[in-house]
């Protein structure tokens, strides 16, 4: 696959005249104050515009020593929609201070409720570290989306969360498709390096495209633990960005070499569907039953129970991609 590329600068809908151009897109910087940085406090100065090398670089800053200020920036153009997103990050996210929270790309339209149409591509964050004396969780980045923000996390959205690297950079991409959502996270500059990590989502929660902008931030959160007040400053360097509309978007990455085999059985009324698969990688795969996700050891083995006769499918998935999915009649 190609490296990241810069979106075409004549592109048809690069959105209302912002603070700057950048990537083919109008952008805007925050000034206005709010959620989600715990005080509240952003400034467009924050934002440092595209330099020689076309990078944006956000900083959070603590002029006082005891009230950080955040930074945003968000594209003018509304409604993206399908399509497949792309972005190139520079910073050792390993090295993040566990208050401080890197809102990589995501899409977010405010009057969309209860989910906002946000999905979030490459946040991180150790969430403040633990609320407990002692406790240190690691910092973590997570695929996924929010379909009820009334709810709380775990409850209101569908997310993935893997461990960072000490990775300088990290390119990650997106495709986001009727039902279906498809994150890659990739070690380096472009697709060529190492893949961190692969989620697909899937179901009839994956958010319909509405008037979603396209944001980057870095802020503070106020829960968890930790002390948000005397963070020290941070940045974070955004090398590129883009956006191909699902009409002439390149395919999803190929499916991967896992093979899945069923057999069934019934006894006493309860239906017994015993999963075989092989070649696939890593500890723990993702299996699908009728669309919904569950992790499970990869012994190349499930069993799955009901009662009742019905059709159901299934898929096996790990860092790679996915088996075809077989559909099983009990």
């Excluded at 002029?63 to 955040?70: I, Q, T």
């Excluded at 969430?127 to 709810?151: I, L, R």
Aim: proline residues 7%.
């Amino acid at each position: 696959m190609p490296a990241a590329q810069a979106a075409d600068a004549t592109s048809p809908d690069p959105g209302p005249a912002g603070s700057f151009s950048w990537k083919g897109f109008n952008w805007e910087k925050r000034f206005w104050g709010g959620a989600p940085h715990y005080n509240g406090l952003f400034a467009a100065a924050n934002v440092v515009n595209p330099d020689s090398n076309g990078h944006v670089t956000l900083k959070l800053t603590n002029p006082s020593g005891d009230a950080p200020v955040g930074a945003e920036f968000q594209s003018t153009r509304k409604g993206f929609g399908y399509g497949t997103y792309s972005t190139t990050v520079e910073k050792n996210l390993s090295l993040l201070q566990k208050e401080v929270v890197w809102g990589c790309l995501f899409t977010y339209d405010p009057i969309a409720e209860p989910g906002h149409n946000e999905i979030d591509l490459c946040e991180a964050s150790a969430w403040g570290g633990g609320a407990a004396y002692g406790q240190s969780w690691p910092v973590g980045q997570g695929h996924g989306y929010w379909f009820d923000a009334t709810k709380a996390p775990g409850e209101g959205n569908n997310t993935v969360v893997f461990d960072v690297t000490a990775s300088p950079i990290t390119t990650h991409r997106m495709v986001w498709e009727p039902g279906n959502l498809t994150f890659e996270t990739y070690a380096g500059e472009g697709f060529a390096g190492t893949l961190l990590k692969r989620t697909v989502l899937q179901g009839s929660t994956v958010p319909v495209p509405a008037q979603e902008q396209v944001h980057f931030n870095l802020w503070v959160t106020g829960g968890g633990g930790g002390d948000p007040a005397h963070v020290k400053p941070e940045s974070v360097t955004v090398r590129d960005f883009s956006f191909v509309p699902a009409a002439s978007a390149p395919a999803p990455a190929p499916s991967s070499a896992i093979k899945l085999s069923a057999t069934t059985s019934k006894t006493k009324g309860v239906n017994t569907t015993t999963l075989k698969w092989a070649d696939a990688t890593g500890n723990y795969v993702t299996l699908w039953i009728n669309g919904v996700q569950k992790s499970v050891s990869n012994t190349g083995s499930f069993a799955n129970q009901f009662k009742g006769g019905n059709t159901t499918t299934y898929k096996v998935c790990d860092s790679a991609g996915c088996s075809s999915i077989l559909s099983v009649v009990t």
